[in-house]
């Protein structure tokens, strides 16, 4: 069911049910806020996010105000500028200001909003409240000084992870993001999933591969399809001349929603691996006979499989498509004539997509006549 509300003058609809600020961004009002977050459960912690609503004696969340039919909203007005500016005057009076040297920088929520409300340095002066550095695994690192205990993080590990790995703890001033009994993160239930980076407004999550790689607005963004496996999710690489930085999940997605996987959002340096093979390659005796190379060859004793880090080009040489694909199909038939259907096999991948693995399964039992099939979904 929809209804109608008014927002700074603007009739809009929505569903019934909907917050006043999902209400708003679907319809391109933006609102303020630092602890909400679409995925998410609401929190109502940074109260950014307040409006003014006709009939109510004081301005409200609207990350948690559930919208009601004919109601009129003022996102925008003098008294909320100025609460909005003692918030984030309170949240930078234990936030570094080193916006300069921040990797962070230009993808802050906190940043982006310091400027918007005209705020430089806080009022209230400076005090770390948390000054905890952690770089226990490869992957992300912990920076608890850029922390502004948004609980974005809890709440995506609790909500959308269900790792449950980390939580708020300690009252007021000492209040921190912490694993159980705040040991080591390895001996959480943390799987490594990057989700709680992805989500964070500030520098408190940050990868590692991105670490003083490179600025914000120095960075390309290519969206794409994760190939680790046939799901389908939506990402998104960050790239800095031409190679990848990190990977988020692009959002917007039926399939995936925002988030990935720990394969997906860390598994892609092989993209830049020298040991990567980027064209196909023949056996140096299928070549000769080919009379694609002029020096005949003969396998070794020693099988290639068993050297220690092999060279390709020491028993393969490297050809085009057409003449690789050529041949593949000129073998697999003779092989099919001489010894029946049966004698071969197809094994395929999971890190095709669901209609490339449909097809090639459609070929071998059709085409071929057998079904010697095997699939490496095992990640």
């Known amino acids: 069911m929809m209804i109608k509300l008014k927002v700074d003058g603007q009739t809009i609809q929505t569903e019934q049910g909907q917050s006043v600020i999902e209400a708003a961004h679907e319809n391109g009002i933006e609102i303020p806020h630092l602890c909400y977050h679409e995925e998410l459960s609401v929190s109502g912690g940074c109260r950014l996010c307040l409006v003014e609503v006709e009939g109510m004696s004081r301005p409200t969340a609207s990350c948690g105000l559930i919208c009601r039919e004919g109601m009129v909203v003022r996102t925008q007005s003098e008294q909320l500028y100025q609460m909005r500016r003692e918030i984030l005057?309170?949240?930078?009076?234990?936030?570094?200001?080193?916006?300069?040297?921040?990797?962070?920088?230009?993808?802050?929520?906190?940043?982006?909003?310091?400027?918007?409300?005209?705020?430089?340095?806080?009022?209230?002066?400076?005090?770390?409240?948390?000054?905890?550095?952690?770089?226990d695994n490869?992957?992300?690192?912990?920076?608890?000084?850029?922390?502004?205990?948004?609980?974005?993080?809890?709440?995506?590990?609790?909500?959308?992870?269900?790792?449950?790995?980390?939580?708020?703890?300690?009252?007021?001033?000492?209040?921190?993001?912490?694993?159980?009994?705040?040991?080591?993160?390895?001996?959480?239930?943390?799987?490594?999933?990057?989700?709680?980076?992805?989500?964070?407004?500030?520098?408190?999550?940050?990868?590692?591969?991105?670490?003083?790689?490179?600025?914000?607005?120095?960075?390309?963004?290519?969206?794409?399809?994760?190939?680790?496996?046939?799901?389908?999710?939506?990402?998104?690489?960050?790239?800095?001349?031409?190679?990848?930085?990190?990977?988020?999940g692009a959002g917007g997605s039926a399939v995936n929603g925002e988030f990935l996987c720990s394969k997906g959002r860390y598994g892609w340096d092989f993209a830049g691996s020298r040991d990567r093979l980027t064209r196909p390659l023949i056996r140096r005796d299928?070549?000769?006979?080919?009379?694609?190379?002029?020096?005949?060859?003969?396998?070794?004793?020693?099988?290639?499989?068993?050297?220690?880090?092999?060279?390709?080009?020491?028993?393969?040489?490297?050809?085009?498509?057409?003449?690789?694909?050529d041949l593949v199909a000129e073998r697999l038939a003779d092989t099919v004539k001489a010894h029946g259907a049966d004698s071969v096999m197809g094994l395929t991948s999971a890190r095709c997509t669901n209609e490339e693995n449909y097809i090639f399964q459609k070929f071998m039992r059709a085409a071929v006549g057998t079904n010697n099939l095997d699939h490496c979904a095992r990640l």
């Open 138 to 248: 490869p992957f992300f690192i912990r920076d608890h000084q850029y922390c502004i205990l948004c609980s974005r993080c809890v709440r995506v590990c609790s909500e959308v992870v269900g790792a449950n790995a980390i939580e708020i703890t300690g009252r007021g001033y000492d209040s921190h993001v912490a694993t159980p009994f705040d040991g080591p993160l390895i001996d959480s239930t943390c799987v490594y999933c990057g989700s709680c980076v992805q989500v964070c407004p500030t520098a408190a999550l940050m990868p590692v591969a991105r670490m003083g790689r490179g600025r914000e607005w120095e960075l390309d963004r290519v969206e794409t399809v994760c190939g680790y496996c046939g799901v389908g999710c939506h990402i998104e690489y960050a790239l800095k001349d031409g190679r990848i930085l990190y990977a988020d």
């Open 286 to 325: 299928v070549a000769y006979e080919l009379g694609l190379v002029d020096e005949a060859w003969e396998m070794p004793q020693v099988s290639p499989l068993a050297v220690r880090k092999p060279q390709a080009s020491d028993s393969f040489v490297e050809t085009d498509w057409d003449t690789a694909l």
């Open 89 to 135: 005057d309170l949240v930078l009076s234990t936030h570094p200001l080193d916006c300069v040297t921040c990797d962070k920088a230009g993808n802050c929520s906190l940043q982006k909003y310091a400027y918007e409300y005209d705020i430089s340095r806080s009022s209230l002066g400076f005090s770390a409240a948390r000054t905890l550095y952690q770089d």
